[in-house]
C-alpha cells in the first residue's frame, strides 16, 4: 500500500512540474508577445522584431524561435529591403557569378543591384551567404535612402572610408543607437538587423512626409522640368535619359569648353587635369553653350559622375552661372561604387536659394525602371499630364483610358513590354508581371476594349466576349484596322509614357 501510494505522489508531482513548465512557457510567450520563444518582452529590439514579423518583412528561422543573436547573410538583408520596397517587378540578370536565378533571393539581389544598393566585392562575387557587417548594413539602409548628404560632425566610428558617410547618416538619423556597442566590421546580428530596418521605416516615413509638403509648395506652379547633366563616358548620360523619359523632361548637356580627354581623367596620377581641379576650391572649368530658358524650369535635375567622391568642378561653373532661386534641385550622380554622400553640399551652398532635395546615387549598369521609379516617387507636382502610350508592334494607337485605380497602378509600372498570344479568335492576352489592384464587372466586350483579367493579364480584344473584366481603356481605331493589327497571331505589345 504504502509503495502504491508512493507511485501516486511521484506521478501527480510529475503532472504539477510539467503543468508549471508548460504555464511559465505560456507566460514568457504571452510577455513577449511576438510567438518566438526566445524573445523575452521588453527587450531593446522586441518591438521591432513584432513589427518586421507583423508586416511580413523579416521572418523567423522555424520551430518558433527569431535568433536574435544569429547572423544575417548579404542575402537575407537584400531579401528584406526588396520586401521593405513592396517586392517589385524585376527583368533581367544580376552581374555576380556566386548567385543562381530562380532562388529564393534572386528577385532580391536582382532589384537591390539595379537600384545601386548592393554592388558586390568590386570582384563579381555578391557574398550570398557571408555575414552582413554592421557598417554594410548601414551602407545598404543608406542607399536605399538616396545616399543622403550629411552634415555635422558625427563620428564615423571607425568604420571604413567606403561606409563612413552612411555610418554618420545612421547615427543622425537615430538608426544606430547606444543599445549595443556599434562595431563596424562585425557582423550583424538578427537582434541588430531588425532594430535598424524598424528605425530605418521610421525615419523613412518620417521623411517621406515632410519632403512631399514642401516640393508640393515649391512647385504648385506647374512648371517646366529640365535634366541637366554632365557625362564624360556616357553612364551619366543614361541615366539623364530615363529621368527625362519618364518625367517628359527637358535635357541639357554640360559641355566643357576644353573636352576632357581619357588622360586628363587618369586617378592613379596626381598631376592629371581632373584630379588639379578637384584639389583646387577655386577651379570653375569654362562651359561651353548654356540654357537659354532657364526661367522656363522649376524643377531641375542636376547629373554628374563622382570624381574623388565629390561633384566635378564644371558643376559649380553651372550652377553658379543662373539664378536658381525659387527652384527645386535633384541631385543625382553615377560611380561604381561611391555613394552620392556630401557631393551635393557646396553645390547647394553655391545656389542657395533653391531648394534641395535629397539626391541618388545609380552604377553603371542601372536600368530604366529602377531610375524611372525613384524620379515618380520624389513626389514632384510639376503640371505635366499623365500620359500612357500603347504600341502593337511598332504601331501606336491612340487609347483613351478610363479613370479608375488599376489604369493608375498599371502606370506605376511603366515601361512595360507585353508578349501577348492570341485566346478564342477574338483576344491578344498577355501576363504584366504582377497583379494590380481590380475591380471586376461582368461585361461583354467589343472589338478595341482593353481589360485586365484576373487581376495580371492585359487583354485586348478584336472580336467580343462577355466575361468578368476590369475595365482599363479602348482603342479609338475603326474594327477593321483593330483586326488587321491583332487578328494575324501573337503581338508584342509596349506601354510607356509617363506616372
Request: proline fraction near 4%; charged fraction near 20%; glycine fraction near 12%.
Amino acid at each position: 500500500s504504502n509503495r502504491k501510494n508512493y507511485h501516486q505522489m511521484k506521478r501527480m508531482l510529475k503532472i504539477m512540474l510539467c503543468a508549471v513548465l508548460l504555464a511559465s512557457f505560456a507566460i514568457s510567450a504571452c510577455a513577449a508577445g511576438n510567438g518566438y520563444t526566445d524573445v523575452k518582452g521588453g527587450e531593446w529590439y522586441a518591438d521591432a522584431v513584432m513589427t518586421l514579423r507583423d508586416k511580413g518583412i523579416m521572418d523567423g528561422v522555424g520551430g518558433g524561435r527569431f535568433d536574435p543573436e544569429g547572423i544575417f547573410t548579404r542575402a537575407q538583408l537584400a531579401t528584406v529591403l526588396y520586401r521593405l520596397a513592396g517586392k517589385p517587378s524585376v527583368r533581367g540578370e544580376d552581374a555576380f557569378s556566386d548567385t543562381e536565378s530562380g532562388k529564393w533571393y534572386s528577385d532580391a539581389v536582382l532589384w537591390a543591384s539595379q537600384n545601386g544598393i548592393v554592388g558586390g566585392y568590386g570582384n563579381g562575387l555578391f557574398g550570398t551567404n557571408d555575414p552582413t557587417t554592421q557598417e554594410q548594413l548601414a551602407v545598404m539602409l543608406w542607399r536605399r535612402a538616396g545616399s543622403v548628404a550629411v552634415s555635422g560632425d558625427a563620428d564615423a566610428d571607425g568604420a571604413s572610408e567606403w561606409a563612413a558617410d552612411a555610418v554618420r547618416w545612421a547615427k543622425t538619423g537615430g538608426l544606430i543607437t547606444d543599445a549595443v556597442p556599434f562595431e563596424p566590421k562585425q557582423p550583424a546580428t538578427r537582434a541588430q538587423v531588425a532594430d535598424m530596418v524598424c528605425r530605418f521605416m521610421q525615419l523613412a516615413g518620417s521623411a517621406s512626409a515632410g519632403a512631399s509638403a514642401t516640393d508640393t509648395q515649391k512647385t504648385e506652379d506647374g512648371g517646366k522640368v529640365l535634366v541637366a547633366y554632365f557625362s564624360c563616358t556616357g553612364n551619366t548620360e543614361k541615366i539623364a535619359g530615363y529621368i527625362a523619359e519618364s518625367l517628359g523632361a527637358d535635357t541639357y548637356r554640360i559641355t566643357p569648353q576644353t573636352p576632357y580627354t581619357d588622360a586628363d581623367l587618369n586617378y592613379g596620377d596626381s598631376s592629371t587635369r581632373a584630379t588639379r581641379e578637384q584639389n583646387d576650391p577655386s577651379a570653375r572649368p569654362a562651359i561651353s553653350g548654356k540654357v537659354e530658358n532657364m526661367e522656363d524650369y522649376s524643377v531641375i535635375f542636376l547629373g554628374y559622375p563622382i570624381w574623388w567622391g565629390q561633384a566635378p568642378k564644371i558643376m559649380y561653373t553651372f550652377v553658379e552661372s543662373y539664378d536658381l532661386s525659387g527652384k527645386t534641385i535633384v541631385p543625382f550622380c553615377t560611380s561604381g561604387s561611391s555613394g552620392i554622400g556630401s557631393s551635393a553640399d557646396g553645390l547647394s551652398r553655391s545656389a542657395s536659394g533653391a531648394a534641395w532635395l535629397s539626391g541618388a546615387r545609380f552604377g553603371a549598369g542601372a536600368s530604366k525602371a529602377p531610375v524611372a521609379e525613384w524620379a515618380g516617387g520624389l513626389g514632384l507636382d510639376t503640371g505635366k499630364e499623365k500620359k500612357m502610350t500603347l504600341k502593337i508592334g511598332d504601331t501606336e494607337v491612340p487609347v483613351i483610358w478610363e479613370d479608375n485605380d488599376s489604369v493608375a497602378k498599371l502606370r506605376e509600372l511603366l515601361p512595360l513590354t507585353i508578349r501577348m498570344s492570341t485566346y478564342g479568335g477574338f483576344e491578344q492576352v498577355g501576363p504584366i508581371g504582377q497583379s494590380i489592384v481590380r475591380n471586376d464587372k461582368r461585361i461583354t466586350t467589343g472589338s478595341g476594349d482593353i481589360v485586365l483579367y484576373s487581376g495580371d493579364q492585359l487583354v485586348i480584344f478584336y472580336g467580343s466576349n462577355t466575361w468578368e473584366y476590369t475595365r482599363l481603356g479602348h482603342i479609338d481605331l475603326p474594327q477593321q484596322d483593330i483586326g488587321s493589327l491583332l487578328g494575324g497571331g501573337a503581338v508584342t505589345v509596349t506601354l510607356s509614357g509617363n506616372r
